[in-house]
C-alpha cells in the first residue's frame, strides 16, 4: 500500500487541528456579544421575511455591514435549524478554509513544513480562533482576502520540481520558482479572474476594504519586487550626486524609489485594474445596487457615510486608541506563538537584507502586515479584528522561524528560542493568577479557569529544558504545539461557557414567555441585542426621539427626560400584554407615575456591572400568587 503523501498527511493534521479548535462546543455560549446577537438576530429576521437583499435586525434597517454573512448564516439556518451553532458555523468553516489557504501559501513560497507550522501557529492564535467562533463577517473576511493572496501566489510562483541529487526528493531550500520568467503577477486570464472575484467577496462581506487593502497587499509586493536594482548615485566627480545625497539621504532615496509616480503608475497597471473594477462590479454590484433601490439609498448612505467615513475620521463607541496600537494587538491577538515576535522580526530582516531563496516570501508577508497595520492605525476607530486578514502573514513568519529552528539553520543567536519559551511560561503564570484574581472577584467559583495557564508553563518550561541539552527539537515543537492546541481549545471551549453562566439577565426573557405566550416587548434606555434574539421577535426601544425635536430637548433636558418616562408609561398602561425591561434605577422613577397593577416580574444583575435588571408587566392574580417572590411590595 503506498504511503499518503507528504501533502495529504499535512493537509489531514490541519484540518484535524482546525476542528478541534473551532468545532469543539461551538454551540455552548450563547449569544451574548453585541455583534454577534445582532448578526445572527438579523440574519433570523431575513429568513422569516423571505427576504435576501435588505438587513433588518429589531425591525430596522441594519447597515452596519453587507450581505455575505447574512447570507451563509440564512443557508446554516435552513440545515440545521436556528440556534448557535448554526449562527457560527460559516465563521468557523471560513476559518478552516483560511487555515488550509495558509498552509498552501507556505508550502509554495517556503516549503512544506514551513506551511504546516503556519497554519498550526494561526489556528491557535487568540484572535483568529476568536474570529473563526463567532457569528460576525471578521472570519469570512479573512478567508477571501487569503483566497485572493493564495490566488495571486499560486499565479505567480510554480510548484519547484529540482530535486535533490542526494535524497531524490524536491529540494525545499530553494526559494519559490516564477511561474512566467520576468513577471511578478499572474498572466493566465482566469486566475485574475478569479483572484478578483475572491475581493468582490470580500465586497459583499465587509465593503470596499475587501477590495483597496489585498490589492494595495499585492501592489506593495510588486513595487518593491519590479524596482531595478539602484544605481550608484554618487560618484567622486559627481558634485551634482553630492549635493543631493546631502539634501536627501540615501535611505530616504532607497525608501521612496518604490513610489516614484511613473513606477508607481506603470505597477497599477501591470495588477489589470480594469479586471479589478469589472469582477468586483460584477459580484458585489448588482446587491448593492439592489440594497439601495429597496432602502431609497439610505442603506448606502448610513454604511459609507456613518460606518466607513465616520469611523475613519472619528473614534466611534469609545473604540480609541495610541498610536502603536496596532503592533501591540497583534502581538497580544497572536498568543501563544507571538512570544517569538522579537526572534520573528530580526529573522525576517536579515533573511530579506541578505537576499535569501525564501526573500519573496518574507517581502510579500511584510507587506501583507504593514499595510494592515499602516492603514488602520490612521483610522481613528481603533478595533484589532479590523487587523484580522494579516494574521496569516504573521502566521507565515512565525511557520519559516519555526522551520528554521527545527533545521539549526536560524541566523539569529541560538538562545532566542530559549527567550520566547520563557516568555511562554511567564503568560502561563499571568493566566493562573489572573485567572484566579478575576474568578474570584467577578465571576464567583471559577477560580479552576486559571488552571488552564498550567498549560503554557508547562510547555514553556520543558521547551527550555530540552532546548538547553539540543534534545530533538521536533519533539519539543509537538510538545508545544499539543499544549497550545489544548489551551486554545479550553479557553473558547470550556472557559467562555462557565462565564456565559454568569450571565443571568437572558433569564428575563424567559420570565417574560413563562407568563405570556405573545408578549408586546419594550426596554427603557436599555437594551442588550441578545434579548431580540431569544426572544425571536422586535423589542421596541424607548425612549423613541423625535429628530424634529433635538433642539427643543437640548434646550429643556427636564422636559425631555419627562417626555421619555410618559413614552413608557403609556406603553405599560394601553396594553395587558405589554412587558417592559428596564434597570431598577429607571423603574424607581417610573414607579410613581405606574398604573397600580404594573409590577415586577424578575429581577437579574446586569453581567459585570453593578445595576440590577427588571421586567415590568401587569399584574396577574393567579401568576402572583404562584410566584410571590417575585411581587414588588409598594
Known amino acids: 500500500m503506498k504511503a499518503p503523501s507528504t501533502f495529504t498527511w499535512h493537509l489531514t493534521v490541519v484540518v484535524s487541528l482546525a476542528a478541534i479548535l473551532l468545532l469543539t462546543n461551538l454551540g455552548g455560549p450563547r449569544l451574548w456579544d453585541d455583534d454577534e446577537s445582532r448578526n445572527a438576530g438579523c440574519a433570523v429576521e431575513m429568513l422569516l421575511r423571505g427576504d435576501w437583499i435588505v438587513p433588518i435586525f429589531n425591525a430596522e434597517l441594519r447597515a452596519h455591514k453587507p450581505v455575505l454573512t447574512y447570507w451563509c448564516m440564512i443557508v446554516a439556518y435552513k440545515l440545521g435549524g436556528v440556534n448557535e451553532f448554526t449562527a457560527r458555523l460559516p465563521s468557523a468553516i471560513a476559518a478552516m478554509g483560511t487555515l488550509i489557504l495558509t498552509y498552501c501559501i507556505g508550502r509554495r513560497l517556503f516549503n512544506a513544513r514551513t506551511g504546516l507550522w503556519s497554519a498550526i501557529a494561526l489556528g491557535c492564535s487568540i484572535t483568529f480562533c476568536m474570529t473563526g467562533r463567532a457569528a460576525t463577517p471578521d472570519s469570512i473576511l479573512v478567508f477571501t482576502c487569503t483566497l485572493a493572496i493564495a490566488l495571486f501566489v499560486f499565479g505567480t510562483f510554480a510548484r519547484r520540481t529540482v530535486t535533490n541529487t542526494e535524497t531524490g526528493e524536491i529540494d525545499d531550500q530553494l526559494g519559490p520558482l516564477q511561474r512566467y520568467k520576468g513577471h511578478w503577477f499572474p498572466q493566465r486570464t482566469i486566475l485574475v479572474v478569479m483572484l478578483y472575484a475572491a475581493m468582490g467577496l470580500a465586497v459583499l462581506a465587509k465593503g470596499p476594504v475587501g477590495l483597496v487593502l489585498p490589492t494595495a497587499v499585492i501592489g506593495m509586493f510588486l513595487l518593491i519586487q519590479r524596482l531595478a536594482p539602484m544605481k550608484e548615485d554618487v560618484d567622486q566627480d559627481d558634485e551634482a550626486g553630492e549635493i543631493r545625497q546631502m539634501m536627501v539621504p540615501l535611505w530616504l532615496q532607497n525608501a521612496a524609489r518604490p513610489f516614484g509616480p511613473f513606477h508607481f503608475l506603470r505597477t497599477c497597471w501591470y495588477m489589470w485594474p480594469i479586471t479589478a473594477i469589472v469582477m468586483t462590479l460584477l459580484i458585489a454590484g448588482p446587491w448593492y445596487a439592489a440594497v439601495g433601490l429597496q432602502t431609497e439609498g439610505n442603506f448606502i448612505s448610513e454604511f459609507f457615510g456613518t460606518h466607513y467615513l465616520k469611523r475613519a475620521t472619528t473614534a466611534l463607541e469609545g473604540h480609541k486608541g495610541f498610536p502603536g496600537f496596532y503592533p501591540v494587538m497583534l502581538i497580544a491577538g497572536f498568543f501563544p506563538f507571538s512570544v517569538f515576535a522579537l526572534p520573528v522580526v530580526v529573522e525576517t530582516w536579515h533573511r530579506i537584507a541578505r537576499k535569501d531563496p525564501w526573500q519573496p516570501g518574507y517581502l510579500l508577508a511584510v507587506c501583507w502586515i504593514c499595510v494592515y497595520i499602516g492603514i488602520f492605525s490612521i483610522a481613528r476607530t481603533k478595533l484589532v479584528n479590523y487587523i484580522a486578514p494579516c494574521f496569516p502573514a504573521a502566521a507565515l513568519l512565525v511557520g519559516a522561524f519555526i522551520d528554521r529552528w527545527l533545521a539549526d539553520k536560524l541566523l539569529v543567536a541560538r538562545w532566542w528560542p530559549a527567550v520566547a519559551f520563557a516568555a511562554l511560561a511567564l503568560v502561563g503564570v499571568g493566566m493562573l493568577i489572573g485567572g484566579y484574581a478575576v474568578g474570584d472577584k467577578l465571576l464567583p467559583g471559577e477560580q479552576q479557569l486559571g488552571l488552564i495557564g498550567i498549560l503554557p508553563i508547562a510547555a514553556g518550561l520543558i521547551a527550555i529544558g530540552r532546548n538547553l541539552f539540543n534534545f530533538d527539537r521536533r519533539w519539543t515543537a509537538g510538545f508545544v504545539t499539543v499544549c497550545c492546541v489544548a489551551m486554545t481549545t479550553l479557553v473558547f471551549a470550556l472557559a467562555a461557557q462557565r462565564v456565559d453562566a454568569h450571565r443571568q439577565d437572558q433569564q428575563l426573557v424567559t420570565a417574560i414567555f413563562a407568563r405570556e405566550a405573545k408578549p408586546k416587548l419594550a426596554s427603557f434606555r436599555i437594551l442588550e441585542p441578545s434579548w431580540v434574539y431569544y426572544a425571536k421577535q422586535p423589542i421596541l426601544e424607548l425612549p423613541k426621539v423625535d429628530p424634529a425635536a433635538n433642539q427643543a430637548t437640548k434646550q429643556n433636558q427636564v422636559f425631555a427626560k419627562m417626555n421619555d418616562n410618559k413614552q413608557a408609561v403609556r406603553f405599560l398602561s394601553k396594553d395587558p400584554a405589554a ?56
Open 579 to 634: 412587558y417592559m425591561i428596564t434597570t431598577r434605577e429607571q423603574f424607581e422613577v417610573l414607579q410613581p407615575h405606574l398604573p397600580a397593577d404594573v409590577t415586577v416580574i424578575a429581577e437579574q444583575p446586569l453581567f459585570l456591572k453593578d445595576k440590577k435588571l427588571v421586567v415590568l408587566g401587569r399584574q396577574k392574580a393567579n401568576v402572583v400568587a404562584q410566584t410571590p417572590a417575585v411581587k414588588e411590595k409598594r
